[in-house]
């Protein structure tokens, strides 16, 4: 039993029926919020010493790292009962999905850094942190957590045995206006 199933086993019972209901989602948001960390720690820390003038080149650093985080965590635990492809295969689509969400997390910050020009000297370095902050880490990870969390389901981790249910059906289908 795991530290999570620990914490569901002590909710109230309408809680509880809907955390095993969506326990896929649960587990998704925790390993994004341990990425959030990863990536914002590494973001803030590459933006304030090396990539002072070049924000979305440290957020794209970042976001690399906790995408490969995210694999881990999420392979091995978010959507462990899922998938049945090859792990090759599985990792190239697990990447290329978040290649997509990661640019999709930078279009916010992308459009207020460069549209907006919310950068020094035009704003002081509390908005221009505060407006980074909001546009990367608030809309750019919501649009990336919508969009990778259906594809990786839909995609990466399909639930075999509805596939398998789909194959079947059609393998009956056919037989069935074989014979007839």
Do not use: C
């Not at 569901?8 to 019972?13: H, K, T």
Request: aromatic letters at 14%.
């Amino acid at each position: 039993m795991s530290f999570v199933d620990d914490v569901v086993s002590v909710l109230p019972q309408p809680l509880r029926e809907m955390a095993y209901r969506h326990h896929e989602l649960i587990k998704f948001a925790i390993v994004g919020a341990t990425t959030f960390v990863i990536d914002s720690g590494i973001f803030y820390f590459l933006k304030l010493t090396v990539l002072t003038e070049k924000p979305v080149t440290a957020k794209i650093i970042s976001g690399v790292i906790a995408v490969i985080a995210s694999y881990i965590l999420n392979r091995e635990w978010s959507f462990k009962n899922r998938g049945g492809r090859e792990r090759h295969h599985e990792a190239l689509l697990f990447f290329g999905v978040s290649g997509v969400g990661v640019m999709l997390s930078n279009i916010p910050l992308w459009i207020s850094s460069y549209v907006f020009d919310l950068r020094q000297p035009n704003v002081s370095f509390t908005v221009e942190n505060i407006a980074d902050f909001v546009s990367a880490f608030v809309i750019g990870n919501f649009l990336q957590m919508a969009f990778r969390f259906w594809a990786m389901r839909r995609w990466v981790f399909p639930d075999e045995m509805t596939e398998l249910e789909a194959e079947l059906e059609g393998l009956i289908e056919e037989e069935q206006l074989g014979q007839n």
